[in-house]
């Protein structure tokens, strides 16, 4: 079986551009979460859905970050204007029953320059 | 505030030993525990979890151990091997509320052969 899919694996861009990433959960996973992963700050969860709905958003650092979910196969997390302190790794991760087991993909590397 | 904390970064053991890796929590609202090891340019995978109505989970070589009083919990791996080599992340939740997962930053173990 497939695992989750995150697309771009590497993404290096200049700072004021448009950032977009793609996530394909599990199918059949009804819950959906974004995470960036940096050194200072470790894995930190920043919005997750369940039936493509979004029930927490409190880790979305600002404005310049949003996410959308619309359906049950595909996620995008975009950051626009992105800026050189938003380089990190985003992980997707999907779940199929609350508070159990979440499955992260291979990530998405950002480089904003 | 961290919620979760791995306070050694790091870890080195001799292949056929055993790893003891901690983790200390401050919510007592969390009640599901996991680890998930993580290896470089890839995303976290499940390890083992426990529920907080446990306080020993064993699958194989790996053992997770409990203590509610002291907010603490640890990973007992053994025999290590080699493969085991990786950055472990200890992760919390309350289980009967939202399904978001909160992390440790993490602990890279070496297992040398």
């Known amino acids: 079986d497939a695992g989750v899919i995150q697309s771009p694996r590497h993404e290096v861009t200049e700072m004021g551009q448009e950032v977009t990433l793609r996530c394909k959960p599990i199918?059949?996973?009804?819950?959906l979460f974004w995470y960036r992963q940096t050194m200072m700050r470790g894995l930190e969860l920043l919005i997750y859905?369940?039936?493509?709905?979004?029930?927490?958003d409190s880790g979305m650092p600002e404005d310049r970050f949003s996410a959308k979910m619309p359906n049950a196969s595909f996620s995008t997390l975009k950051i626009q204007p992105s800026e050189p302190r938003d380089s990190a790794v985003y992980f997707c991760?999907?779940?199929?029953?609350?508070?159990?087991?979440?499955?992260f993909g291979p990530g998405t590397r950002l480089t904003v320059t | 505030d961290q919620q979760v904390k791995q306070n050694s970064p790091s870890l080195s053991v001799q292949e056929g030993r055993i790893s003891i890796l901690n983790c200390d929590y401050t919510?007592?609202?969390?009640?599901?525990f996991l680890w998930y090891k993580k290896y470089p340019a890839e995303g976290p995978t499940f390890l083992i979890s426990?529920?907080?109505?446990?306080d020993k989970n064993e699958d194989g070589r790996f053992t997770v151990f409990l203590n509610k009083s002291a907010k603490h919990l640890s990973l007992h791996i053994v025999p290590s091997q080699p493969g085991d080599s990786a950055v472990y992340f200890c992760?919390?939740?309350?289980?009967?509320?939202?399904?978001?997962?909160?992390f440790g930053k993490g602990m890279k173990l070496t297992v040398n052969p």
């Open positions: 991760a999907s779940s199929s029953r609350t508070g159990n087991e979440q499955y």
């Open positions: 199918s059949g996973h009804n819950s």
């Open positions: 859905f369940n039936n493509n709905v979004p029930i927490d």
């Open positions: 919510n007592s609202m969390f009640d599901y």
């Open positions: 426990i529920s907080s109505i446990k």
């Open positions: 992760a919390a939740s309350t289980r009967g509320g939202s399904e978001k997962l909160v």
